[in-house]
């Protein structure tokens, strides 16, 4: 055989190798995520939706979200049926891929009585805890031994009122949508007790992986540069990096 039409089998043959093993980039990326005020709105508004449209579309990546409960779009991304769920806490669940880099931190407050104690972090093991199901703040925050899980926001004051809980914990805009409820806001505190770290949660296939890839080299680039900074800065929240 000619010895360059060798070479050129050759070089061929590894580029198809190389091309196999390299995951096309998708052209969308579809993402799920419970309904948050002001931060993944149904309408595609929002901090969390506007930050990860930063972070894809410029890549040629169109970002499409769904509005679900949360435990179901947990399981949504484990069955591979959305490319992802958006509010994950680090290896909160099994079968999804992590990415190194978080996109945002859910600031972690209590919401208790204006009469009840200031709770810390330390000494959240005292006392009965409530929080919405599916969130497993026991897996995050220390010395927490009694707390109840519950399905809705609806309710929480009352039960704060009537001792049924001491503290309802919250990120601290859902915390503070629960305070407005209040015909008196005097009778409540909120108090900042952790910063939990907020990923996507990517699905645990070629797609996943394709597209974890491009978040993680995005995000280092956005970082630091500071472009995501006037998007926190137009929803009025915290910068986090």
């Known amino acids: 055989m000619d010895v360059r039409r060798w070479l050129l089998i050759v070089l061929c043959s590894v580029a198809t190798l190389v091309r196999a093993d390299e995951a096309p980039v998708p052209g969308k990326i579809m993402l799920a995520s419970e309904e948050w005020n002001d931060y993944t709105n149904k309408d595609g508004s929002g901090l969390a939706w506007d930050v990860l449209r930063q972070v894809f579309e410029p890549a040629g990546i169109t970002l499409q979200t769904r509005s679900v409960p949360y435990t179901r779009s947990v399981g949504l991304a484990q069955r591979g049926e959305v490319d992802g769920w958006v509010g994950s806490y680090r290896d909160e669940a099994t079968g999804v891929l992590y990415p190194h880099w978080n996109f945002d931190s859910d ?12 709770p810390s972090v330390a000494t959240l093991g005292n006392y009965r805890l409530a929080w919405v199901r599916g969130y497993k703040y026991e897996e995050y925050l220390p010395n927490v031994h009694r707390f109840n899980q519950i399905e809705r926001r609806d309710g929480i004051l009352p039960m704060l009122q009537h001792a049924r809980a001491d503290f309802y914990i919250d990120a601290l805009s ?3 949508y629960v305070l407005g409820q209040a015909d008196d806001p005097a009778q409540f505190k909120l108090t900042h007790i952790a910063e939990l770290p907020l990923y996507v949660g990517f699905a645990d296939n070629e797609r996943g992986r394709a597209l974890m890839a491009v978040y993680d080299q995005r995000m280092a680039a956005l970082v630091k540069n500071g472009e995501l900074k006037p998007i926190f800065e137009r929803w009025k929240q915290p910068y986090p990096f």
Request: no cysteine; hydrophobic share 45%.
């Open 107 to 118: 600031h972690i407050y209590a919401l208790g009585l204006a009469t009840a104690p200031t």
């Open 174 to 176: 859902e915390a503070q």
